[in-house]
């Protein structure tokens, strides 16, 4: 297991894949490394769920740091193609939270939620002693829907096309740079784009408005280890060659600026908010037009092929393994301590 972030595949596969209790008839599908989401077949409609960390920073402000977490746990099932309809959430809040700042936060989930449709039907709530920010509990999202509308994400077949929305280290540029603007030393200019990427941190509005679009095949949101490592997970899950390119891949203003400051691979850092998805070839243009509609930048960056593993301009990259931004976001911890 890697120091830092998600464990690695050789640590899934030998500690966590060979025991996941019962066998059931009714999963369609179970864990694997790098699949965002899991499914439970009930006859014409499946159920997708996704469990994730709840993470609060109350350096962000309140209002922003629960959008940021609702969005976080709503993206892995709204790459199912499904669109998010229930909620379970379990917040392990630290002692000195008080009820008016607990407010904001439930209150700015509440209203995310109304706006995509979503039900919280359980969780539990708590102060207990030990717990401390960011780290505050877990959540679980769950999506309903007709099977035929599911996207799985080994589904990438060979000919579909490869397209990518916002491009690289949206996340890394938005969140670290509004978290530690007052010790980033970049023109002003540089540090409010950067800013201005925080609120597309959210590849939800992405995914639904693909998957109602076109013929996609499979999505993955590029989180930890950025667009390579989404790229990497994609093509080995569905067992097939990823051949693209960055050059027409929209870069956000203030990306660059930021990683470069950071002395970190765009492309190898998280970039919540981006979605790599294969699409039907006869369909990509339709899909992009739709994300061009809603205002999602977006572009194609190859094609799938037969084969094994991801070519960048003819040539292979492996998995990052390591997020560098979480070592960025240490460092500057630190600092501020």
Request: charge should be negative; aromatic fraction near 8%; hydrophobic fraction near 40%.
């Amino acid at each position: 297991m890697s120091d830092i972030g998600k464990i690695d595949r050789d640590f899934f596969d030998e500690h966590i894949y060979p025991y996941l209790g019962a066998d059931r008839d009714d999963e369609l599908l179970g864990p694997k490394h790098g699949v965002d989401f899991g499914v439970i077949e009930l006859d014409t409609h499946v159920v997708a769920l996704a469990t994730d960390p709840l993470s609060l920073l109350p350096e962000l402000g309140f209002e922003r740091a629960a959008w940021f977490a609702f969005h976080v746990v709503m993206s892995d099932v709204a790459v199912s193609g499904l669109r998010p309809s229930h909620l379970a959430v379990d917040f392990n809040l630290p002692p000195e939270i008080t009820d008016e700042e607990f407010a904001t936060v439930w209150q700015t989930f509440d209203r995310e939620a109304r706006k995509l449709g979503v039900s919280v039907v359980t969780g539990h709530t708590a102060r207990y002693s030990g717990c401390q920010y960011p780290w505050v509990g877990g959540a679980t999202t769950l999506a309903v829907g007709e099977k035929e509308n599911l996207v799985r994400p080994d589904g990438a077949q060979s000919g579909d096309k490869v397209l990518v929305t916002k491009g690289p280290g949206v996340e890394t540029a938005g969140f670290l740079v509004t978290l530690f603007e007052d010790q980033i030393d970049l023109p002003e200019d540089d540090i409010e784009n950067a800013k201005d990427r925080f609120y597309d941190m959210s590849p939800v509005e992405d995914a639904l408005v693909a998957a109602d679009a076109g013929p996609v095949t499979a999505m993955h949101d590029a989180t930890e280890c950025g667009i390579h490592g989404a790229l990497v997970e994609m093509a080995r899950s569905a067992g097939v060659r990823f051949d693209v390119s960055h050059d027409d891949v929209p870069v956000l203003p203030g990306v660059l600026e930021a990683c470069e400051y950071f002395d970190v691979d765009p492309w190898e850092s998280t970039t919540e908010g981006t979605l790599v998805l294969t699409v039907a070839s006869e369909g990509a243009e339709t899909v992009l037009a739709a994300l061009s509609d809603a205002g999602i930048p977006a572009a194609e960056m190859g094609t799938v092929r037969e084969g094994e593993g991801v070519y960048v301009d003819g040539d292979r990259i492996e998995h990052p393994d390591v997020d560098p931004s979480l070592q960025v976001f240490a460092e500057l911890s630190a600092e501020r301590e």
